[in-house]
Nanobody, 124 residues
Framework: QVQLVESGGGLVQAGGSLRLSCAASGRTFNNYVMGWFRQAPGKEREFVAAISRRGADTSYASSVKGRFTISRDNAKNTVYLQTNSLKPEDTAVYYC?????????????????WGQGTQVTVSS
């Protein structure tokens, strides 16, 4: 069982930055691939970024590549999403997710643990 708690969301102007964090419970954090997803009102949940168990491999949605960076600190049981050059279309609730897997997973249905989400709002 893994419990995930996101933090770091907020209101920011376009062009600004936020660092999202996701703290995980449990002692086997390094067995889990971690992902970030987001969901805007009226839209489906979409993939943002994912990172492998040891952090060697990452994957990004094309809409955020070059602006967002996913990283993890296994000693702290925490995964991060650094968001730069934010745009109004990045406004959404951001969720972290976990799955015990050796692969970097990019579909919501591949993950079985989810946090409660943190709101990111980008004003123009």
């Amino acid at each position: 069982q893994v419990q995930l708690v996101e933090s770091g969301g907020g209101l920011v102007q376009a062009g600004g930055s936020l660092r999202l964090s996701c703290a995980a419970s449990g002692r086997t954090f390094n067995n889990y691939v971690m992902g970030w997803f987001r969901q805007a009102p009226g839209k489906e949940r979409e993939f943002v970024a994912a990172i492998s168990r040891r952090g060697a491999d990452t994957s990004y949605a094309s809409s955020v590549k070059g602006r967002f960076t996913i990283s993890r600190d296994n000693a702290k049981n925490t995964v991060y999403l650094q968001t730069n050059s934010l745009k109004p279309e990045d406004t959404a609730v951001y969720y972290c997710a976990a799955r015990a897997s050796a692969d970097v997973l990019t579909r919501p249905r591949d993950y079985n643990y989810w946090g409660q989400g943190t709101q990111v709002t980008v004003s123009s």
